[in-house]
């Protein structure tokens, strides 16, 4: 009976132990949120009062209708195709820099090699698209172009590490075989590596396009040109209306690459080399 | 000479002596098979004289050069001459056959051409005719992860084909077919070197093929050479000693196993085998 | 003896040169609407805007004031961050709950209520997309115009979107467990909600504990970009600093958002490891 008293008194302690950790972190966690409540004295028991609160119901409700008139709807239908473009033309640029990177990120060329630009990428991709655009605005001016570059760099960071992985795991058996049959190395990776690369590379790319989309949209309140730069020159005018077109100009657009996107994965599947 | 090993070892990293003291050689249009266990050093002994690996002792001379002493550019010149038949064609599942095959000539095609043929094939008639000795020729714009074992092996043989190499080196060739179509992928390989007075070593695990289409049997067992003989005088006491670990009876491919024990049993193989 | 027939073609050659003619065709208005000029790069004014700029990064700005005033920023960027996540939560948990509620009548039992349950399953729904589709900072630029400069404006906009997020992947979670102890609890007489709760959420609990704390990575990041729309933190900072085009501070506030990101990556990730 003494060995069953022992355990017992083991595993109760056990448990109270457990217990112990839970119950600090948990403590600990709420001193932080309340903390961070209190450190930025938020006010938002302000918004409680009634009159916050009506005026911020009358500020959401003037969103709506939206603004539908010709002039307003054809602007909208412009600045969506400015930032359909921003968001292409951006990726494109990203798959062919990211490729370019990939290739001695994935170790070919050496470890020296592999570690230099994994580091590059690494920065690029940590820098967000946002300060991006900031800094593309220097130095190409305002307008969408600035937009194309800074999603061009930050996407060239986020797909170069991914194709590196690919690259990576990809295996050398095919490339190996056509290297010693005598082939340069060089088309030995596009005969032997890419292919096999291939389907996972563009799924990346799809799927990049997917969150580029909603990024190019919004890169213009940096005056990166686009839907962005509509919304923040209605919104700074109190027009909630347009502003309103120009949100839901957004959502469609969204929804639109995502469908295209959807389609492109779907039809890759059965193409070939 | 074709190919010259001169007491050549061979070691991997893992301290596995994959094979030791070969001394082989052949002049030009010879027909070698190897044949002999899993694990005997076939494939091993073929990637030696495809200058893909190198020993670990001893001498190495193929179609009179030392590969190990060639400058890069040389050494990828001399690889362009000698063609792998690989058992398992390393082919990327999504390539077509035509590209496959054309793959075998990218070691001389100005780079230029190798990218165009990748958008539209350069030479769809001489893909389709290499095919075509191999009775796949209605496959050629299919894509490689959607034929069997045995039709991508064929892919594999056609690529050397159409390579035309100076040397043809097969490992297994032919392991995923049957018997019929085995037998006819040989004769056309067979029918290839000789063409062309071209030297062939082919890895077989199937003995019956390798005593009906080969004048010289190597024997491989544990990375050594137990006999190196022509048909008649492969006897089958040295084909039981030699697979003595696999099994009592040597590996076929025919529809009949051997008939063992008569001395003179080479002629107890059907007759339809017996003309390509 | 073989035909001779007529060259084959490519069936593919159609669909590819087509492909490539749509593209290209695609790709001229492309470039002409995103106003791509890779000479305004070079042009004089932005060359001397961009020289300026990156001049004054060498030395960065390591004055106590200004770092100072960055860890100030820092501090409310976290800040902004976990208060944000914190009501992102309030507003998850129960539209998780009302989803898994609805959805879960077929695993965990038949019961009153059904129709209830779908009302409230597709106000959820409905409620989750639009909060979604939106992106956080166009939450956050509305919210500026709504209640001024400063960090309430970020809070909220994180709370709202990162809330739905929360909730879809809370109701995944919850979907993807294990129901058999809510359905015994069922059984046993207890109400449903209560079942769901002890039922679901243990198994549940640490997978969702997890998604929060990565989220909350993704919300110091997310509190930095919409600082440069006024939310308050170090993005707020630094949006001033470039449009003075210090880039001094710049440089000081990029390095510290560095090490920021990183800091809190080791942190979720310390916490999920812990986790498990």
């Given at each position: 009976?003494?060995?069953?008293?022992?355990?017992?008194?083991?595993?109760?302690?056990?448990?109270?132990?457990?217990?112990?950790?839970?119950?600090?972190?948990?403590?600990?966690?709420?001193?932080?949120?309340?903390?961070?409540?209190?450190?930025?004295?938020?006010?938002?028991?302000?918004?409680?009062?009634?009159?916050?609160?009506?005026?911020?119901?009358?500020?959401?409700?003037?969103?709506?209708?939206?603004?539908?008139?010709?002039?307003?709807?054809?602007?909208?239908?412009?600045?969506?195709?400015?930032?359909?473009?921003?968001?292409?033309?951006?990726?494109?640029?990203?798959?062919?820099?990211?490729?370019?990177?990939?290739?001695?990120?994935?170790?070919?060329?050496?470890?020296?090699?592999?570690?230099?630009?994994?580091?590059?990428?690494?920065?690029?991709?940590?820098?967000?698209?946002?300060?991006?655009a900031a800094l593309m605005v220097l130095a190409a001016g305002l307008g969408p172009f600035a937009g194309t570059l800074a999603l061009a760099a930050?996407?060239?960071?986020?797909?170069?590490?991914?194709?590196?992985?690919?690259?990576?795991?990809?295996?050398?058996?095919?490339?190996?075989?056509?290297?010693?049959?005598?082939?340069?190395?060089?088309?030995?990776?596009?005969?032997?590596?890419?292919?096999?690369?291939?389907?996972?590379?563009?799924?990346?790319?799809?799927?990049?396009?997917?969150?580029?989309?909603?990024?190019?949209?919004?890169?213009?309140?940096?005056?990166?040109?686009?839907?962005?730069?509509?919304?923040?020159?209605?919104?700074?005018?109190?027009?909630?209306?347009?502003?309103?077109?120009?949100?839901?100009?957004?959502?469609?657009?969204?929804?639109?690459?995502?469908?295209?996107?959807?389609?492109?994965?779907?039809?890759?599947?059965?193409?070939?080399? | 000479?074709?190919?010259?090993?001169?007491?050549?070892?061979?070691?991997?990293?893992?301290?596995?002596?994959?094979?030791?003291?070969?001394?082989?050689?052949?002049?030009?249009?010879?027909?070698?098979?190897?044949?002999?266990?899993?694990?005997?050093?076939?494939?091993?002994?073929?990637?030696?004289?495809?200058?893909?690996?190198?020993?670990?002792?001893?001498?190495?001379?193929?179609?009179?050069?030392?590969?190990?002493?060639?400058?890069?550019?040389?050494?990828?010149?001399?690889?362009?001459?000698?063609?792998?038949?690989?058992?398992?064609?390393?082919?990327?599942?999504?390539?077509?056959?035509?590209?496959?095959?054309?793959?075998?000539?990218?070691?001389?095609?100005?780079?230029?051409?190798?990218?165009?043929?990748?958008?539209?094939?350069?030479?769809?008639?001489?893909?389709?005719?290499?095919?075509?000795?191999?009775?796949?020729?209605?496959?050629?714009?299919?894509?490689?992860?959607?034929?069997?074992?045995?039709?991508?092996?064929?892919?594999?043989?056609?690529?050397?084909?159409?390579?035309?190499?100076?040397?043809?080196?097969?490992?297994?060739?032919?392991s995923a077919m049957d018997p019929t179509l085995a037998n006819h992928t040989i004769s056309q390989l067979v029918n290839e070197a000789s063409s062309?007075?071209?030297?062939?070593?082919?890895?077989?695990?199937?003995?019956?093929?390798?005593?009906?289409?080969?004048?010289?049997?190597?024997?491989?067992?544990?990375?050594?050479?137990?006999?190196?003989?022509?048909?008649?005088?492969?006897?089958?006491?040295?084909?039981?000693?030699?697979?003595?670990?696999?099994?009592?009876?040597?590996?076929?491919?025919?529809?009949?196993?051997?008939?063992?024990?008569?001395?003179?049993?080479?002629?107890?193989?059907?007759?339809?085998?017996?003309?390509? | 003896?073989?035909?001779?027939?007529?060259?084959?073609?490519?069936?593919?050659?159609?669909?590819?040169?087509?492909?490539?003619?749509?593209?290209?065709?695609?790709?001229?208005?492309?470039?002409?609407?995103?106003?791509?000029?890779?000479?305004?790069?070079?042009?004089?004014?932005?060359?001397?805007?961009?020289?300026?700029?990156?001049?004054?990064?060498?030395?960065?700005?390591?004055?106590?004031?200004?770092?100072?005033?960055?860890?100030?920023?820092?501090?409310?960027?976290?800040?902004?961050?976990?208060?944000?996540?914190?009501?992102?939560?309030?507003?998850?948990?129960?539209?998780?709950?009302?989803?898994?509620?609805?959805?879960?009548?077929?695993?965990?039992?038949?019961?009153?209520?059904?129709?209830?349950?779908?009302?409230?399953?597709?106000?959820?729904?409905?409620?989750?997309?639009?909060?979604?589709?939106?992106?956080?900072?166009?939450?956050?630029?509305?919210?500026?115009?709504?209640?001024?400069?400063?960090?309430?404006?970020?809070?909220?906009?994180?709370?709202?979107?990162?809330?739905?997020?929360?909730?879809?992947?809370?109701?995944?979670?919850?979907?993807?467990?294990?129901?058999?102890?809510?359905?015994?609890?069922?059984?046993?007489?207890?109400?449903?909600?209560?079942?769901?709760?002890?039922?679901?959420?243990?198994?549940?609990?640490?997978?969702?504990?997890?998604?929060?704390?990565?989220?909350?990575?993704?919300?110091?990041?997310?509190?930095?970009?919409?600082?440069?729309?006024?939310?308050?933190?170090?993005?707020?900072?630094?949006?001033?600093?470039?449009?003075?085009?210090?880039?001094?501070?710049?440089?000081?506030?990029?390095?510290?958002?560095?090490?920021?990101?990183?800091?809190?990556?080791?942190?979720?990730?310390?916490?999920?490891?812990?986790?498990?």
């Amino acid at each position: 009976m003494s060995a069953d008293h022992t355990t017992m008194s083991a595993d109760r302690s056990k448990a109270f132990h457990v217990c112990t950790t839970c119950l600090l972190t948990l403590v600990m966690l709420s001193a932080l949120i309340i903390g961070s409540f209190a450190y930025l004295s938020l006010g938002l028991n302000r918004l409680f009062t009634l009159d916050a609160a009506q005026e911020l119901g009358r500020f959401f409700l003037s969103f709506f209708p939206p603004d539908v008139s010709r002039d307003f709807v054809a602007k909208t239908a412009k600045a969506s195709l400015e930032t359909l473009a921003i968001s292409a033309v951006g990726t494109l640029l990203a798959v062919a820099c990211g490729l370019l990177l990939a290739l001695p990120a994935s170790g070919r060329y050496g470890a020296g090699m592999r570690a230099v630009t994994r580091f590059m990428l690494n920065l690029l991709r940590s820098v967000p698209e946002l300060v991006w655009a900031a800094l593309m605005v220097l130095a190409a001016g305002l307008g969408p172009f600035a937009g194309t570059l800074a999603l061009a760099a930050h996407t060239s960071g986020v797909l170069g590490r991914l194709f590196a992985e690919a690259l990576e795991n990809a295996p050398r058996a095919p490339a190996g075989a056509l290297v010693e049959a005598g082939a340069t190395p060089a088309v030995a990776f596009l005969y032997g590596t890419l292919p096999l690369v291939f389907p996972q590379l563009l799924a990346y790319t799809l799927y990049r396009w997917e969150m580029n989309i909603r990024m190019a949209a919004i890169l213009g309140f940096v005056g990166a040109g686009g839907l962005g730069q509509m919304l923040y020159y209605e919104l700074s005018l109190f027009h909630q209306a347009q502003a309103c077109t120009v949100i839901i100009a957004m959502l469609l657009l969204t929804a639109l690459v995502d469908g295209l996107s959807a389609t492109l994965r779907q039809r890759q599947v059965s193409a070939h080399v | 000479m074709s190919f010259q090993l001169d007491n050549v070892g061979l070691r991997y990293p893992n301290e596995q002596q994959a094979l030791s003291r070969i001394t082989l050689g052949a002049g030009r249009g010879e027909r070698i098979a190897v044949i002999g266990p899993s694990g005997a050093g076939k494939t091993s002994l073929l990637r030696l004289l495809a200058a893909a690996l190198r020993p670990s002792d001893g001498r190495i001379e193929v179609l009179q050069q030392k590969p190990w002493q060639l400058s890069s550019r040389a050494l990828r010149r001399l690889r362009c001459r000698i063609g792998v038949v690989h058992q398992k064609p390393p082919i990327p599942g999504r390539q077509r056959a035509v590209t496959a095959i054309l793959a075998g000539r990218l070691g001389v095609w100005p780079w230029w051409k190798s990218v165009l043929s990748l958008i539209y094939p350069a030479d769809i008639d001489g893909a389709e005719a290499q095919l075509a000795r191999l009775e796949l020729a209605d496959r050629l714009f299919e894509r490689c992860d959607r034929l069997s074992g045995g039709q991508l092996q064929r892919v594999g043989v056609a690529r050397v084909l159409y390579q035309q190499p100076d040397l043809i080196l097969a490992d297994e060739p032919v392991s995923a077919m049957d018997p019929t179509l085995a037998n006819h992928t040989i004769s056309q390989l067979v029918n290839e070197a000789s063409s062309r007075s071209v030297t062939m070593v082919a890895s077989l695990h199937a003995v019956d093929l390798a005593l009906h289409w080969f004048p010289r049997i190597v024997g491989l067992k544990g990375g050594a050479v137990a006999f190196d003989l022509p048909p008649v005088r492969v006897s089958d006491a040295l084909l039981r000693d030699l697979y003595a670990s696999e099994s009592s009876v040597p590996p076929t491919q025919g529809l009949e196993p051997l008939a063992l024990p008569e001395p003179g049993f080479r002629h107890a193989m059907p007759r339809k085998f017996l003309s390509p | 003896m073989m035909a001779t027939h007529a060259h084959r073609l490519d069936p593919d050659a159609l669909k590819r040169a087509t492909g490539l003619l749509v593209g290209l065709l695609l790709l001229w208005p492309l470039l002409v609407l995103s106003q791509f000029q890779p000479a305004a790069l070079f042009e004089a004014r932005n060359l001397m805007a961009m020289a300026n700029f990156l001049k004054g990064f060498v030395p960065p700005e390591m004055s106590a004031d200004f770092l100072g005033r960055t860890v100030t920023a820092t501090i409310e960027t976290l800040a902004i961050a976990t208060a944000g996540v914190a009501l992102a939560f309030l507003i998850a948990a129960p539209l998780a709950l009302a989803m898994t509620r609805a959805l879960s009548i077929a695993r965990i039992g038949p019961g009153p209520g059904r129709h209830l349950s779908d009302v409230l399953h597709a106000i959820a729904r409905v409620l989750l997309v639009s909060l979604r589709g939106v992106p956080e900072l166009v939450w956050a630029l509305v919210f500026v115009r709504a209640l001024g400069l400063g960090a309430a404006a970020g809070v909220l906009a994180l709370a709202i979107t990162y809330g739905g997020m929360l909730a879809k992947v809370y109701a995944e979670i919850l979907e993807s467990c294990d129901a058999e102890p809510a359905r015994v609890l069922l059984q046993a007489g207890s109400r449903r909600t209560l079942a769901l709760l002890y039922g679901l959420l243990p198994n549940a609990a640490q997978e969702m504990v997890s998604y929060t704390v990565y989220r909350w990575e993704c919300a110091v990041r997310a509190s930095v970009v919409m600082g440069f729309v006024g939310a308050g933190g170090l993005g707020q900072l630094m949006d001033q600093a470039m449009k003075m085009l210090n880039g001094g501070e710049a440089a000081t506030i990029l390095i510290v958002f560095i090490l920021l990101v990183l800091l809190a990556d080791a942190i979720s990730a310390g916490l999920r490891r812990q986790l498990s």
